[in-house]
C-alpha cells in the first residue's frame, strides 16, 4: 500500500463514527483540556474550602461550648460568693431564712429569681451569665451548706450551659465580739498623756482628748481604719495635738477652743444628734482652731453655727445619718463548761487569791486554762518573765494591778496566745503597771473591767482593753488583735456585736447539676 493510501484510510477512520457517535479525530484531540482542567481545580478547592468551613465552624461551637462550661462554673462560684456575704451580714434575712430551714436567692410562687452578672462591652451591656443560690444550715453551730448553679450565657440560650458547685461556710465572729482597740461604755474614755490606738475606739460618754493623741489605722493586717465613735461629745484640751485618721462620728458637740490641731490626717468628723445646739456656737468651735480634711456633718438648724473651720468640706443639718448607738459592755459569767468545751486545760476555781498564787507560781513556765478567783480583794499580778502553753484566763471579783511582760509562748505553734484578764464585778479595777507589755508576734492581751481600766505607766499591749471607764494617766499605745475564741467563752455580747461575723469557706467543689426545686422563669 503506498503512503498517499494509507493516509486516506486514516483520514476516513477518523471521520467515521467513534464512541457514541462521535468523530474520531475528536477522541485524539486536545482541544478545551484546560477548561476541564481548571473545572476540576474549582470542585477540588470547593470541597476543601466546604470542609474547612464545617471543620471551622465546629472549633468554634467547641470553644464557645468550652468557654461557656468555664463561665457557668465562675457564674456559679459567684452566687456562691454572694451567699457567703449573705449570711456573713444577714442582709435581707438572709441567714434567719437559713437559720428557719432554707435561704434562697428568692423564690415567687415557686419560680426561681434569677441574678445576673453583667459586664460592659462597647458602651453596652453583655449578660454573662445568671445564677441562683440556696443556704440551708448544718449541724455544726453557724454552719451552713451554700449550693449555687450557674448557667451561661442565660438559662434561656439555646446553647445554655448550667453548673453547680457546693461548699461549707462557718461563720467566725470577727473577734469573738471584741473588734475595738480601745472600748469605753457608759464611763466614757479619757484619751490621757501620749495615748496612740491602732484601730477603732468607742466612748459610750464623753471623750476628753488629751495631750497627743493620736487614732491611727491598725498594723499587721488586722481589722481597724482608725475609727473614733463618741456616744456624747468630744473635748479637746489645750495643747492636744490631736490625729484621728479614721472617721469620727460624735452625738454631742466638739468642744475645741483652745488652739489645738484637730483631725490633720484628713477626717471625716460627723457631728450627730446634738439636742443642745446652743452648745455648739462659734464660741465652742472656732475658726482656724481645729483642722478638719474631709466633711464636717451637724445636725441641727444651720443658723446654729457661723463660722466653720475653713479647711473643712461641711454640710450643716445633715439629715439620715445614723447616730452613734449606745453599746453595753461584754457580759461575763463564768462558766467552766463552756472552757471545758472550747478545749482549754485546766479550769480551775479558787476561793482566796493565795490559792490562785500558789497554783500561779508552781505553772509560771507553762501557764494554760481558765481560771477565776473567788475574792473581792486587790491584788497584784507580775507576769515577767512567764511563759505561756497556750491561751491563759483569769477572772476575778476584786482589783488587779498587772505588771511585767512574759518571755512568749513554749511552742510556737500555739502563738499568738491570749491573756485574758477580767475583773468580772461592776466595781472590779484593772490597771497596768510596770512594764505590762504584749509580745507582739506571741503573747496579746484582753483586758476586761467591769469597773476602771488604764494605764499607770508606759505600756504598750497588742490586743483589747474594754471596761466600763478609761482612766489611763500615761502613755498607753494598743494595736487592736483580735483575741482568740477560745479564750472568751465566758463572755456574751451586745446583739449590735455578736451579729458581726466572718465568713470562713471550706473547699469548693463542683457537682451534678441536680433539679433546683423551683421553675426557671
Known amino acids: 500500500m503506498s503512503h498517499e493510501t494509507s493516509l486516506q484510510n486514516r483520514a476516513a477512520q477518523a471521520d467515521s463514527p467513534g464512541i457514541r457517535g462521535l468523530p474520531r479525530r475528536l477522541l485524539y484531540s486536545d482541544d478545551g483540556i484546560g477548561i476541564a482542567s481548571a473545572l476540576a481545580v474549582a470542585v477540588v478547592i470547593f470541597i476543601l474550602g466546604v470542609t474547612w468551613y464545617s471543620v471551622s465552624v465546629h472549633e468554634i461551637e467547641e470553644v464557645s461550648y468550652d468557654r461557656q462550661l468555664s463561665t457557668a462554673v465562675n457564674v456559679a462560684e459567684a452566687g456562691a460568693r454572694e451567699a457567703m456575704y449573705l449570711l456573713a451580714s444577714n442582709e435581707g434575712g438572709f441567714r434567719d431564712d437559713a437559720d428557719g430551714g432554707a435561704a434562697t436567692s428568692g423564690i415567687t410562687a415557686g419560680t426561681c429569681d434569677l441574678d445576673t452578672l453583667e459586664t460592659v462591652a462597647d458602651g453596652g451591656t453583655e449578660l454573662l451569665g445568671e445564677y441562683w443560690v440556696k443556704a440551708s444550715p448544718l449541724a455544726k453551730d453557724r454552719t451552713y451548706l451554700i449550693e449555687s448553679w450557674g448557667w451561661a450565657p442565660d438559662h434561656t440560650a439555646l446553647q445554655s450551659v448550667s453548673k453547680k458547685v457546693v461548699i461549707e461556710v462557718e461563720l467566725v465572729p470577727i473577734g469573738g465580739g471584741f473588734y475595738y482597740a480601745l472600748f469605753a461604755a457608759d464611763g466614757g474614755l479619757t484619751a490621757g498623756n501620749r495615748k496612740e490606738i491602732y484601730g477603732d475606739a468607742y466612748s459610750g460618754d464623753d471623750l476628753a482628748v488629751g495631750n497627743f493623741t493620736r487614732v491611727y ?61 446652743s452648745a455648739l456656737t462659734k464660741s465652742r468651735f472656732k475658726k482656724n482652731q481645729a483642722s478638719v480634711g474631709r466633711d464636717l456633718t451637724v445636725a441641727g438648724p444651720s443658723s446654729s453655727v457661723t463660722d466653720p473651720p475653713s479647711a473643712a468640706a461641711h454640710i450643716w443639718n445633715a439629715t439620715g445619718i445614723p447616730p452613734v448607738p449606745p453599746i453595753a459592755l461584754p457580759l461575763f459569767v463564768w462558766a467552766p463548761s463552756k472552757y471545758i468545751d472550747a478545749g482549754m486545760t485546766p479550769v480551775n476555781t479558787y476561793n482566796t487569791w493565795a490559792d490562785f498564787e500558789a497554783w500561779y507560781n508552781a505553772n509560771d513556765d507553762a501557764l494554760s ?65 510596770v512594764s505590762a507589755n504584749s509580745i507582739e508576734d506571741q503573747v496579746h492581751h484582753l483586758i476586761y473591767a467591769g469597773g476602771t481600766f488604764g494605764a499607770t505607766q508606759q505600756t504598750t499591749i497588742y490586743g483589747a482593753m474594754y471596761g466600763h471607764e478609761d482612766v489611763s494617766s500615761n502613755r498607753l499605745e494598743i ?15 451586745d446583739p449590735a456585736l455578736a451579729d458581726l461575723f466572718l465568713p470562713r469557706p471550706g473547699i469548693w467543689r463542683e ?9 426557671l422563669p
Open 217 to 277: 489605722p491598725n498594723d499587721g493586717g488586722a481589722p481597724g481604719t482608725g475609727q473614733m465613735l463618741v456616744y456624747r461629745d468630744l473635748l479637746i484640751s489645750a495643747g492636744a495635738n490631736v490625729e484621728i485618721a479614721g472617721e469620727v462620728k460624735v452625738n454631742g458637740f466638739v468642744n475645741d477652743d483652745k488652739g489645738s490641731a484637730f483631725g490633720t490626717s484628713g477626717n471625716d468628723l460627723l457631728i450627730l444628734n446634738d439636742t443642745s445646739l
Open 369 to 433: 486554762g481558765a481560771h477565776f478567783v473567788n475574792d473581792t480583794g486587790s491584788y497584784t499580778l507580775d507576769m515577767g518573765g512567764v511563759t505561756l502553753d497556750g491561751d491563759f484566763v483569769l477572772a476575778f471579783k476584786g482589783d488587779l494591778e498587772v505588771r511585767g511582760t512574759p518571755s512568749g509562748v513554749s511552742d510556737p505553734a500555739v502563738a499568738p496566745a491570749t491573756v485574758v484578764i477580767a475583773g468580772v464585778r461592776a466595781d472590779s479595777d484593772v490597771t497596768l503597771g
Open 479 to 493: 494595736h487592736f488583735r483580735p483575741p482568740n475564741t477560745s479564750s472568751i467563752a465566758g463572755f456574751t455580747f
Open 511 to 519: 457537682t451534678p447539676a441536680d433539679a433546683l426545686g423551683c421553675t
